[in-house]
């Protein structure tokens, strides 16, 4: 059981919009930023979304992460083919990291 | 460039110990936390637990204090992961990574494979 809950899957065909959503508490959350991490198979996490909204330099702005009160959402716009991967919301606890149990995200 | 570079792949009996670790470069190495993750076959990103190298400071996550060591040698900028007697549960995937700030970690080691079985 994940402290942060997010859908364990979710699926959109090519060029839709698809959202991830992220729902944690006021000890993580509402009172930390919130990244959001990709991982393709068979390969390590990438940092997607750091800080609440904000993009790391190479990361197409079709992606975008956006925060309200203890919940969070990342959103793809334009969907293709390769976004097909598992995405993890991420907060800080306290004194310790957690995150969601990851959402995998099918490409019709 | 700033890179994370993880140990190879292990293979070990229940019972045996073990030490992997994540060698840092390109950047500061005693200025950035370094974080451990555990990815069980097929399952989500577990947080393990967090070292500061400057000063060796490390906090562990409750479901691995205990059950795992986290050091550092900022003479070489690694840092280890340790078991002293390892459990077929202990079978998974362990990543790196460079702490930014709060959650955020930027940088990520390729992982380290550990298998543990009779």
């Known amino acids: 059981q994940s402290v942060l809950t997010q859908p364990p899957s979710a699926s959109g065909t090519p060029g839709q919009r698809v959202t991830i959503s992220c729902s944690g508490s006021?000890?993580?959350?509402?009172?930390?930023?919130v990244n959001w991490y990709q991982q393709l198979p068979g390969t390590a996490p990438k940092l997607l979304i750091y800080?609440?909204?904000q993009r790391p330099s190479g990361v197409p702005d079709r992606f975008s992460g956006s925060k309200s009160g203890t919940s969070a959402s990342l959103a793809i716009s334009g969907l293709q083919s390769e976004d097909e991967a598992d995405y993890y919301c991420a907060a800080w606890d306290d004194y310790l990291g957690v995150f969601g149990g990851g959402t995998k995200l099918t490409v019709l | 460039e700033v890179q994370l570079v993880q140990s190879g792949a292990e293979v070990k009996k229940p019972g045996e110990s073990l030490r992997i670790s994540c060698k840092g470069s390109?950047?500061?190495?005693?200025?950035?936390?370094i974080a451990w993750v555990r990815q069980m076959p097929g399952k989500g990103l577990e947080w393990m637990g967090i070292i500061f190298p400057g000063d060796s400071d490390t906090r562990y996550s409750p479901s691995f204090q205990g059950q795992v060591t986290i050091s550092a040698d900022k003479s070489i900028s690694t840092a280890f992961l340790q078991w002293s007697s390892l459990k077929a549960s202990d079978t998974a995937m362990y990543y790196c990574?460079?702490?930014?700030?709060?959650?955020?970690?930027?940088?990520w080691g390729q992982g380290t494979l550990v298998t543990v079985s009779s």
């Open positions: 390109g950047y500061s190495f005693t200025n950035y936390w």
């Open positions: 990574a460079r702490r930014i700030a709060a959650a955020n970690f930027d940088y």
């Open positions: 800080s609440n909204d």
């Open positions: 006021s000890s993580n959350i509402g009172s930390n930023a």
